[in-house]
């Protein structure tokens, strides 16, 4: 019996949360996925019922599952809180905690929705990359950090600090990840100025000759941005520390025309993870049925795949998202003129209808 934890967390999180949970009991009615659903707090919801963005019931919980799937968090209603308590605070310290090094965004283009981008269709056509993404380092975990003042004004640090094995272990999952893929790592730094990024590129290239069925090549990561707006499709596998893969997956997510339809997975050494749509917390479209929950629906795929190792329920996920939007529904985010228009729910439970249609 596989064991899920459930954080709904902020937002419109308990919405898109709420139909990956309809497709979830689908999967056990209809090919007999054997699963146990717990839920916890997170974020914004967990500090007002508890305090704290993360009480430790809800660690335990995440600790004692097989995976974890979560909504999103935060909030304007959270922004004045100290930095310490604030609900960000308590996605870091459960990804810390369960020692999830490890994100992969995906950023993949529909077809049916290439034209909802900014960038031309055929800049798009067949876009299908993974960003690889360093998680527990850098500069958002690394001492000392702090505000203090200097001299009569108030200064600010932060501390972009990586070792040798963060990096290696990081590489290493991409490599294996682009084995799988067409066989091509390109590693993001800074190398040109930062001493975290020349250690950084030093240890992807002894880690390479490991793997000398895949291509590797390197960026600086603001030529990075710029390719990846100018050329996408050149990309297979990209693997940069925090910083840089934070603002790189975010880039990638506006290829694909709407945020809402990314998923990402963050795992750990032995590919136990923690699963969640990338377009955040959305606290303007809350509660009002409008948000899109294909990216929370295509996280729980993931999960199926990467934690699970469920690939064929993942892609009878996948293939019920596809057929989907082949029939014409599109929420609000991704809705040229002319298209239908569907509630979240609508498209939750169009996916499920799909999903009952699917043979394994």
């Not at 290696?168 to 091509?184: G, N, Q, Y």
């Not at 297979?236 to 809402?260: K, P, R, W």
């Not at 989907?324 to 929420?331: D, E, M, P, W, Y």
């Amino acid at each position: 019996m596989v064991k899920l934890l459930i954080l709904p967390g902020d937002g419109v999180g308990p919405e898109v949360i709420a139909e990956a949970v309809k497709v979830i009991e689908a999967l056990k009615r209809r090919h007999g996925f054997a699963c146990e659903l717990d839920y916890g707090l997170i974020g914004g919801a967990a500090i007002d019922a508890c305090g704290v963005p993360l009480p430790d019931e809800t660690l335990s919980k995440a600790q004692a599952v097989d995976a974890v799937l979560m909504g999103a968090v935060g909030g304007p209603k959270w922004d004045q809180m100290p930095r310490e308590i604030r609900p960000e605070r308590g996605l870091l310290k459960i990804r810390s905690a369960l020692g999830l090094y490890a994100n992969l965004r995906p950023c993949f283009c529909f077809n049916e929705l290439a034209a909802a981008s900014t960038l031309r269709p055929e800049v798009l056509q067949g876009l299908d990359l993974l960003i690889v993404r360093e998680l527990t380092g850098g500069i958002y975990y690394g001492q000392p950090r702090g505000i203090v003042q200097e001299g009569g004004v108030r200064v600010g640090f932060n501390t972009e600090r990586y070792s040798e094995p963060e990096i290696e272990r990081i590489a290493r999952t991409a490599f294996d990840l682009a084995r799988l893929r067409k066989k091509h790592v390109c590693s993001v730094d800074k190398a040109n100025v930062l001493e975290s990024s020349q250690l950084w590129r030093e240890v992807v290239e002894r880690v390479a000759p490991s793997y000398p069925d895949v291509e590797l090549s390197h960026l600086y990561v603001d030529n990075a941005a710029m390719q990846l707006v100018r050329a996408p499709r050149q990309f297979d596998v990209l693997v940069t520390g925090n910083l840089f893969g934070d603002i790189l997956s975010d880039i990638g997510a506006q290829l694909t025309g709407s945020i809402g339809m990314l998923p990402s997975a963050s795992l750990d050494a032995q590919g136990r993870g923690l699963y969640e749509p990338v377009h955040g917390s959305a606290p303007d479209i809350a509660g009002r049925g409008i948000a899109n929950p294909l990216a929370t629906i295509l996280s729980l795929a993931m999960l199926l795949r990467y934690s699970l190792r469920a690939v064929k329920l993942a892609g009878t996920v996948e293939r019920s998202v596809k057929q989907s939007l082949a029939s014409g529904l599109r929420t609000a985010d991704i809705a040229r003129p002319g298209e239908r228009v569907v509630s979240t729910s609508e498209m939750g439970t169009a996916v499920v209808e799909r999903l009952y249609e699917q043979e394994i």
